[in-house]
């Protein structure tokens, strides 16, 4: 038997009203289109599903007995298509991916993409570069959905994230340095030395790639702050100061006139994909759970 959904609305709105005109208004549709459909409806069951008369409308045994079956069917139907739309959504919704600097290691944005994308082929990931004043990247302030940050963030408590790499902390230094011969250098030896700092709204991240945490209570002398790896990497060779930088992010400041050297006595950096903390979209939890997968996390 062939009873399609638009018969059931038709047969329901008219149950709950009883009255052919106001269904039909519930319904957008006019009176004559809707009492011809119950009647196709009524022809198709081979059985009366109201009875009409001047003083109203009111549900046979058959009509009453239909109801609440065809009532669930509508409920569970709606739900079902809510089901749908909300994965459809979340197919065609898009991410923003902020970072400060490219992540490069061994290929990780693309290999992430790449598996992101074959989960969810209609997902458009747009990549978006911000400065280093904003630690988050763009999530405190919502501009990107996820992003690649260092640790630690500012907030920390509104960020949920997954730690995709872990590298030893090295020195930029001008090649000219009193230190440059050395194979390693000990971070005692820089206490005296002006820092190139990030600025002061990187939070606890400038304070991490200041070290505060190794001086010993000592301030930082801090020479110049900078904001991209070209301001660091001319404040390098103009002597304004050293830089900790993480090992992976060494190729960004490796021109002429700079080297980096492995620092012992600092902790090492860790690299994170983050999300916001009440953002539990399914695109967002695929994008840092194709990262770990990636990182082998």
Known sequence: MDVHGRDLRYFVAVAEELHFT???????VSQ???SKQIRML????????????????????????????????LAEWQTGW????????????????????SPGRGGLLPAVRSRVTAEHPEAALTVRQFSWDDATAGLADGTSDVAFVWLPLPEAERYGWTV?????????????????????????DLLDEPFLALPKSAGPLRDYWLATDARG?????????????????????????????????????????VITRRVVGVTPSRLAVARRADDDRPLVHAYLRAAAEVAGV
Request: glycine share 10%; hydrophobic share 45%; aromatic share 4%.
């Open 22 to 28: 106001r269904a039909a208004e519930r319904l957008f």
């Open 32 to 34: 004559p289109a809707l």
């Open 42 to 73: 009524e022809r198709t069951l081979g059985v009366a599903l109201f009875e009409r008369d001047r003083r109203g409308v009111a549900l046979t045994r058959a009509g009453a007995a239909l109801l609440p079956y065809a009532q669930r069917v």
């Open 82 to 101: 809510e089901a749908v739309e909300a994965v459809r959504a979340a197919q065609r919704a898009g991410l923003v991916i902020g970072m400060s600097t």
């Open 164 to 188: 995709v790499a872990q590298e030893p902390r090295l020195v930029a230094l001008p090649d000219t340095h009193r230190l440059a011969g050395r194979p390693a250098v000990d971070f005692a």
């Open 217 to 257: 209570g000592r301030e930082p002398v801090v020479g110049a702050e900078v904001s991209s790896s070209e301001e660091t990497y001319e404040a390098l060779v103009g002597g304004q100061g050293v830089c900790l930088l993480a090992d992976g992010n060494a190729p960004l400041l490796m021109r002429g006139g």
